[in-house]
């Protein structure tokens, strides 16, 4: 009796089998689409290398920095020290690439940003990078449009420098980490006039009346900084 | 000052250019430790402006160059019918400070021009401004990086003294005394003669005497010194 259950049972089995053969398979999920752009960035300074760039994919509710407000722990990280790990952590974005050496003054580089997306509505691109021989200087630019970007269209910035106003621009050897001061970078204490991003003024040297600025006249430089190229490829 | 034009969203050609505009405005001190003193923003005929660079200062312009009163430029322009606003911050717009106001141009269709002026101190006769952009007609917002100008009315000795036009020496209110010097031997004592692009402040890095009574960590600028964003509705 038993085994004539078990058989029954396997017929059924077997049966119920055989009919959802007959239905069309579940459908495997719609791959989303790639989405790949190229950013071109060119340091058009004359001796300001730029750390490795970051460049952050995001919605539109999201902004690495406001003029007047406070910078982000991860914004003054990366501004006095060129370190932009943590403002890659701490931001919400749909992708973010880092670029993996400096950028040299005069010097181009081009990075690629792809990720899989069916929606790109509000979608945003921002880069950001340091100065290096400066105390907290930054370059940016912010919450380009990529939702209506075709494939083969580009648009070029320009963009000037920022000061986070995380550190008071002192100049001094200790201060500097890049190659001009080889001095510390990131340091917690936010001693700037005041606590907020503004655009830079500029650095001021020891040549042009700051005693004890381990900065010539070669480390100034004049707006805009860099020169970006944003193309989407596919 | 209008190579930051960015149309952020555009719609359809709207009747504004036919019956006027209603432009919200968003006016922003990008600077370190530069102060605005009260701003004109004004709506006006496209055959007027407030000034021209290359040529000599009304004595009206030099009033708000050199001290920031803006009574004569007002009423310069209250005279050609123009649509404007005095004084929007309710005083000294900040370093980093946003400050916002609306211009209805309903009923005055000519004034499809975009003025915004004000002193910036500390300077002798340094001032920002938005000189005579044509108002975009189509609805959408639209960014505007604004540079520093200098009057060529008086001579930049960065000395604190007085405000009223050909009194040496640039006004100090309160907050800006306050990261300012003292004891400053001059800087220069040529006066240009005519308006041009401000070749910024020198400063140096002695609050009790030198050259300046400015500081040249703290109110040195890079042009752009202000942005501005205009919204303009159907």
Known sequence: ?234 | MKNALTAITLGLLSSASVHGAQLDIEITNLTRGSWFTPLLVSAHPSDTALFSAGEVASANLQMMAEGGDISGLAADLTGLAATSVENPAGGLLAPGATTTTALNTDGAPDNTELSIVGMLLPSNDGFMALNSITIPTEPGTYSYDVNAYDAGTEANDEIIGGGAPGTPGFPAPGPVAAESGTGGSGVDTAVEGFVHIHRNVLGDDDLNGGVSDISNTVHRWLNPVVRVVITVSE
Not at chain 1, 9 to 27: E, M, W
Not at chain 1, 36 to 47: F, I, Q, S
Not at chain 1, 75 to 92: C, I, R, V
């Open chain 1, 1 to 234: 009796m038993k085994n004539l259950i078990a058989i029954s049972l396997l017929f059924t089995l077997v049966a119920c089998d055989n009919s959802s053969s007959s239905r069309r398979p579940t459908p495997a999920p719609e791959p989303d689409p790639t989405l790949r752009y190229e950013l071109t960035v060119t340091n058009l300074t004359a001796a300001q290398p730029f750390s490795p760039a970051a460049v952050l994919i995001h919605d539109q509710a999201v902004t690495l920095f406001e003029i007047g407000n406070a910078a982000s722990a991860g914004l003054e990280l990366l501004a006095e020290s060129g370190d932009n790990s943590q403002l890659l952590q701490e931001t919400t974005t749909v992708t973010s690439v880092s670029a993996e050496q400096p950028l040299a003054p005069g010097a181009s580089e081009t990075l690629d940003i792809a990720f899989d997306s069916s929606d790109t509505s509000g979608l945003r691109l921002s880069f950001v990078s340091m100065l290096v021989n400066t105390n907290d200087a930054i370059t940016a630019v912010m919450n380009i449009d990529v939702d209506t970007m075709t494939a083969g269209e580009s648009r070029s910035f320009t963009s000037i420098s920022y000061d986070s106003g995380t550190e008071a621009n002192t100049e001094t050897d200790l201060t500097i980490p890049g190659p001009a001061g080889g001095g510390e970078g990131f340091n917690a204490a936010r001693d700037d006039i005041r606590d907020q991003v503004t655009a830079h003024p500029g650095v001021v040297g020891v040549a042009d009346g700051l005693e004890d600025s381990a900065l010539t006249a070669m480390h100034r430089w004049d707006n805009p900084v860099a020169r970006v190229t944003l193309t989407r490829i596919q």
